[in-house]
């Protein structure tokens, strides 16, 4: 069905719904709001899988899903190498992201309805790797599409209007798995099902209405795979590359901060599955007017400014004797504000540097690097937490922060020919 | 394709989907619906006072089918089968010893469910209440009664997916005091103490007030630790054990061995240790259990299997002879006040 688009039908044919209203302030173009509605609802299908699987585990399979994250290491790997070659993919005969993104859609699609007929943990297991194998497949192609979608001047918005849809979804994901077990006590497959159902509408959305090639020109392959390695050569490139890396080493892990956050605080246990909701909602509410923002004042400043946000979410936590809810509720807002300010941000600002033809590929470097970066991290802060305690661990942390976030500034310093655009 | 043609196409899809999904959810809701309704052939239960230290009587987790299913019913000892008295309380797991019981439940909220843990008296009145953070798994009181333990299973956040982790806390039955997390205790392997981030703690079994057996597991190895809570240490007796179960007279621990080359699905057997001599001797239960057993008395092994309604209870004799037998359909959690 994409493939009768991708050849161009009137409304799709323009560089992705890129003319907007001539003469109007560009608002984010229609494409973005395409996009953002399919992560939405796949959002929402993939949360509620999240959301019931370890009740469904213990209770329904009466599994013990211990050492379940002993492969974490393993599959985080693996989701590098296949993000690499989604972006690589994506970018093949002048702009394959609709196909790529599709494929990686439709193949979490497919892992829903699986979950119904597998019973182990190993094999559970595995769907959930195939499940996160679709992820890391979709997601350079579909930050490509965003940019390429819209004008330079308002990526920073269009990147936060996606990805406030997006967070949307996760937070409706868990309210709707909520819902059906209220109607139906135990009805495990019935969460699964409609989960697979609104997959499969996720991925019907994309290959109906999601603008089809994107890049005008062809470049034959061989000058393409010269280009892929070249993209590290670019100053641009490897400074962003460089400085998402550096401050992925010292970004403390969502779970580590929750953690963190009960014990220093000593918040009641019944708190503990709340704590990522607080954050969802900041970097919800923040998402764009923080996207707005950036492509005012420059979205590496606002990079690097979100992770300043981090930083000072651990300096609260590391300096207060004892908490109450208030204090939790700051921390969590500048969570969700260090993400908002970050995660579209850093996208939008890679398409800054890196040129239409290898847009997939380019946004695929940097976001890996930065997923290792933040795995290693994890694991080191693991270690520090074993070895020092959860307060010495969290300020070496922080200390890290500080100077990664310092280094960063003086890579980022802005380039008075670029910045000179915005 | 035009717009309009997509759109009816977009259209035609939700209706097929939304079908399938209402349809899914109405039949998931009309299964639901049938538990509340009582079976025929099933056991007799009538609502009615429940005490914990009643001689004579046992009580566990009713999971018959019917309007009492989940609540903490009794029996007499001498007649598991026999008919069931329901408190009204609903408990996932329970325990209870020395005139105390813990309740670990499920809370329905508005917008989610949550977990909480109650400490009971005798007559089933709410002493303590702790919120939990993750899904009840196991729960212990000590001989006296004066201690409660639970375990529960937290799963990290909804960005990371799939990593689990234990907690288990220890409260005072009298005071209401909480000890949050054993992990914080500190770990001796073998002899030397062991720092690891990997560490998870469960399956209390309580010698008395300070001293208790549990599972501690970490670089994938399960171990079978000894605890004190004044000394606040964790200290490794002897390798793959899981959910241990201290006997009455302290000399023996009933626990899950995980055994090699069966099925990873059904990996655990049920075993003795012997604590002085660290003899194990395997049980004439060949099929995997996962729970923590209970002694009915010095000699007898009472633990759950899958059943038609989710749980059976049976025993088996803990010198390894004999064979299991059926104790009692369709019930979880069992307790028994007398020993």
Same mark, same amino acid.
């Given at each position: 069905m994409y493939l009768a688009d991708s050849r161009g039908t009137p409304d799709t044919?323009?560089? %992705? &719904? $890129? %003319?907007?209203?001539? &003469? $109007? $302030? %560009? +608002? +984010?173009?229609g494409a973005v709001l395409v996009l953002g509605t399919v992560s939405l609802v796949t959002d929402v299908s993939s949360e509620m899988v999240t959301a019931v699987l370890p009740l469904y585990l213990v209770g329904e399979l009466g599994l013990t899903p211990l050492g379940f994250g002993l492969l974490d290491g393993v599959y985080n790997g693996f989701s590098a190498l296949v993000r690499l070659l989604g972006g690589r993919l994506s970018d093949r005969h002048g702009g394959g992201h609709k196909a790529v993104a599709a494929v990686g859609y439709g193949l979490s699609a497919l892992c829903k309805p699986l979950l119904l007929t597998v019973h182990s943990l190993p094999l559970i297991g595995a769907v959930l790797a195939a499940d996160r194998t679709g992820k890391g497949l979709r997601t350079a192609p579909r930050d490509a599409l965003i940019s390429l979608s819209c004008e330079p001047a308002v990526r920073g918005r269009a990147f936060g209007v996606h990805r406030a849809m997006d967070t949307a979804g996760a937070l409706l994901g868990p309210l709707t798995a909520f819902v059906i077990l209220r109607l139906a006590a135990g009805g495990y497959d019935a969460v699964f099902t409609v989960s697979g159902c609104v997959a499969a509408l996720g991925v019907l959305i994309l290959l109906l209405f999601a603008p089809g090639r994107t890049a005008r020109a062809t470049p034959a392959a061989e000058r393409q795979r010269r280009a892929v390695r070249g993209l590290l050569r670019r100053p641009a490139v490897r400074r962003l590359t460089c400085c998402a890396v550096l401050l992925g080493l010292t970004t403390v892990s969502d779970s580590f901060l929750y953690l963190t956050l009960q014990r220093r605080l000593e918040l009641s246990e019944s708190w503990f599955p709340l704590l990522p909701l607080g954050t969802a909602a900041a970097f919800l509410l923040l998402a764009v007017p923080l996207g707005m923002l950036a492509d005012r004042t420059g979205r590496r400043r606002l990079f690097l400014t979100g992770h300043l946000a981090l930083l000072a979410a651990y300096g609260l936590l590391i300096t207060s004797p004892g908490g109450s809810p208030a204090l939790a509720s700051v921390v969590l807002t500048l969570h969700g504000g260090f993400y908002a300010a970050t995660d579209g941000v850093l996208a939008a600002a890679t398409a800054d540097a890196v040129p239409e033809r290898l847009r997939g590929s380019g946004l695929a470097v940097v976001q890996t690097g930065q997923a290792a970066a933040r795995f290693l991290c994890s694991l080191a802060f693991g270690a520090a937490w074993t070895a020092w305690g959860d307060r010495t661990a969290l300020t070496a942390a922080a200390a890290g922060l500080a100077v990664s976030a310092a280094l960063s500034a003086l890579l980022l310093r802005p380039d008075p020919a670029q910045e000179q655009a915005r | 394709m035009t717009r309009t043609h997509r759109l009816i196409v977009l259209l035609a899809a939700i209706a097929l989907l939304g079908a399938v999904a209402v349809g899914a959810t109405l039949h998931a809701a009309g299964r639901a619906a049938e538990k509340d309704r009582t079976q025929p052939g099933g056991p007799e239960v009538r609502p009615g006072p429940v005490l914990l230290? !009643?001689?004579?009587r046992t009580v566990f987790r009713n999971m018959a089918w019917g309007p009492h299913r989940d609540e903490l019913t009794s029996v007499p000892a001498a007649d598991p089968g026999g008919a069931r008295t329901a408190s009204g309380v609903r408990c996932l797991r329970f325990h209870s010893a020395g005139g105390t019981g813990v309740c670990l439940q499920a809370v329905h909220g508005k917008l989610r469910d949550g977990y909480r843990a109650l400490v009971l008296d005798a007559h089933l009145h709410e002493r303590h209440r702790y919120g939990l953070s993750g899904i009840p798994t196991r729960a212990r009181v000590s001989p006296s009664g004066r201690t409660v333990a639970w375990t529960v299973f937290v799963s990290g956040d909804s960005y990371a997916g799939t990593s689990f982790s234990t907690r288990t806390s220890i409260a005072? !039955? !009298?005071?209401?005091?909480? #000890?949050?997390?054993? #992990?914080d205790y500190r770990f001796f392997l073998d002899g030397r103490p062991h720092r690891a981030a990997d560490l998870n703690v469960w399956g209390v079994t309580f010698a008395d007030d300070t001293r208790f057996f549990a599972t501690v597991a970490t670089g994938g190895q399960t171990y079978l630790v000894r605890g004190d809570r004044r000394e606040r240490t964790l200290r490794s007796v002897h390798r793959n054990v899981e959910c241990p179960s201290l006997s009455p007279d302290g000399t023996r621990v009933a626990y899950k061995k995980r055994v090699a080359g069966v099925s990873s699905d059904a990996p655990w057997r049920l075993y003795v240790l012997d604590?002085?001599?660290l003899r194990e001797t395997a049980t004439a239960e060949g099929r995997s259990v996962d729970d923590q057993a209970v002694w009915r008395d010095g000699r007898t092994l009472v633990y759950s299997l899958p059943g038609a309604y989710g749980s059976d209870l049976w025993t088996v004799p803990a010198d390894g002879s004999g064979r299991p037998r059926l104790l009692a359909r369709a019930a979880l959690a069992p307790a028994f006040p007398a020993g």
């Open positions: 044919s323009r560089p %992705a &719904g $890129r %003319a907007t209203m001539p &003469g $109007r $302030r %560009a +608002v +984010v173009p | 230290d !009643a001689p004579g005072d !039955a !009298a005071s209401g005091g909480l #000890e949050r997390n054993l #992990e604590l002085r001599t």
